[in-house]
């Protein structure tokens, strides 16, 4: 998995302030949230349902994150006397409460887990795992690894710094087209395409590949749509936080494509994971502790266990490809990788999902059905496509090539994007949901 340079440690880039920046930052989040509520059945974010159904649980993993992080710091300052590795118990703490049925597993369907003492802590955990691995765990790691605005749908936080240096009128000229590219992404694009979700439950071939294909659309606007959000809000107030997203599509084989996809957690797993196991076992192994690691964190399930196998193989298998220097067969392999690894990933049922991959021919299934639904649905899938197709056709020109949403945020596209929100604005959608932000 790739790490972006900017990637750096949380202690060497957070310059302490008074009151707390941290502090600051987090109360900040959390007003942003409260004011989203009062909003919650606005025109433009509809009944808000990956907000307002949190409330004040929002507030609860800091209760939870103080005492955790002063012990992290005590044990932290007894090496090396003795080092426990805690980093995989808060890593994998997530994958416990799975296995107990106390979480739910992040297949990207709707699924809020009922219990608020909960929320957040597949996030809280992980930023708390990378950092203590890194020896990075101070005073301020509870209210960073807390923030109620990270918490919604990530990022990871990885690197959390005060970026108010920059006068706010260069930072709302920065971070504002990422907040519009982000409402266009989950607003626009991925809450129609909650109106496809029938087929999830089809297991002919062309109703599996469908969906598939299709809701690796969905979760894409809709993480990287709710992540670019974040990063904005952020960003405006005065905090550099990662680029969860990086034009995952502008690749042209999986390695690359892993490079532009959820960033944080791939800092987190080369930290924990790769770098430590391929420098004992080798690069194949650290392949595919990554994947297990990853499937686990995800959820406890078997659909996660074939996943994390399956995309392992693939990548391992795509390193090899790359190093011999064989064209095309990367780019193959990537689609099929991305499109049948998204059908494992999204059925939890695990006797429909093995019945999915026997791919046998049933006509052309409930596909026919995508025609009847309403006319935003369909319009959307167009819409991501185009935008799916221009980060791959267009990769290596100049707008597109720094994997940064170059292209997006020129006025003149940020014009067209605001003008089809102001179209659509009183279409009845889909169902509102963060499908990294339920647990």
């Not at 979480?103 to 003492?117: D, E, M, V």
């Not at 809280?124 to 005073?139: E, F, M």
């Not at 429909?352 to 026919?368: A, E, I, N, Q």
């Amino acid at each position: 998995m790739s790490v972006a340079s900017e990637n750096a440690p949380l202690a060497r880039s957070e310059p302490m302030r008074s009151p707390p920046f941290a502090a600051i930052a987090w109360a900040l989040s959390l007003a942003f949230i409260a004011a989203v509520e009062l909003a919650d059945h606005s025109a433009w974010l509809g009944n808000s349902a990956y907000l307002g159904q949190f409330g004040l649980r929002a507030a609860i993993p800091a209760v939870i994150c103080v005492p955790l992080v002063a012990l992290l710091i005590w044990l932290q300052r007894q090496r090396p006397k003795f080092d426990l590795k805690l980093q995989y118990a808060l890593f994998f703490a997530i994958s416990v409460t799975s296995a107990l049925g106390l979480t739910k597993t992040l297949t990207g369907s709707h699924a809020g887990s009922g219990n608020p003492l909960l929320y957040g802590l597949s996030f809280y955990t992980a930023t708390l795992a990378y950092h203590y691995a890194k020896g990075n765990i101070g005073p301020q790691s509870a209210l960073v690894a807390s923030n109620p605005l990270l918490l919604v749908t990530g990022p990871i936080a990885t690197f959390f710094r005060n970026g108010r240096h920059r006068a706010l009128r260069s930072r709302f000229a920065y971070y504002f087209p990422f907040l519009i590219l982000g409402l266009f992404f989950y607003q626009m694009v991925a809450t129609p395409l909650t109106q496809t979700f029938f087929l999830l439950n089809d297991t002919d071939a062309a109703s599996s590949i469908s969906f598939a294909i299709i809701f690796e659309m969905f979760v894409y606007a809709n993480f990287c749509g709710l992540s670019l959000i974040v990063f904005a809000v952020m960003g405006i107030v005065g905090v550099k936080i990662p680029l969860n997203f990086r034009q995952p599509f502008s690749a042209t084989n999986l390695v690359d494509f892993w490079k532009g996809w959820h960033t944080s957690l791939s800092a987190v797993l080369k930290a924990l994971f790769y770098d430590p196991v391929r420098g004992r076992y080798g690069r194949i192994a650290a392949v595919f502790a990554v994947y297990l690691s990853s499937a686990m964190w995800h959820g406890v399930s078997m659909n996660f266990l074939i996943w994390g196998l399956f995309h392992a193989a693939l990548f391992a298998i795509s390193v090899e490809l790359l190093k011999r220097r064989i064209p095309v067969v990367p780019v193959l392999l990537m689609i099929f990788g991305v499109v049948i690894g998204r059908l494992m990933f999204a059925d939890a049922d695990f006797g429909r999902l093995l019945s999915k991959l026997t791919f046998h021919v049933d006509g052309m299934g409930d596909v026919p059905r995508l025609l009847a639904t309403p006319r935003g649905t369909r319009e959307a899938l167009l819409l991501i496509v185009a935008m799916i197709g221009a980060e791959f056709l267009f990769q290596k020109t100049r707008l597109f090539r720094q994997r940064r949403y170059k292209f997006y945020r020129l006025p003149w596209v940020q014009l067209v994007l605001l003008l089809i929100m102001a179209l659509t604005i009183t279409r009845d959608a889909g169902i509102e949901f963060a499908v990294y932000g339920q647990r």
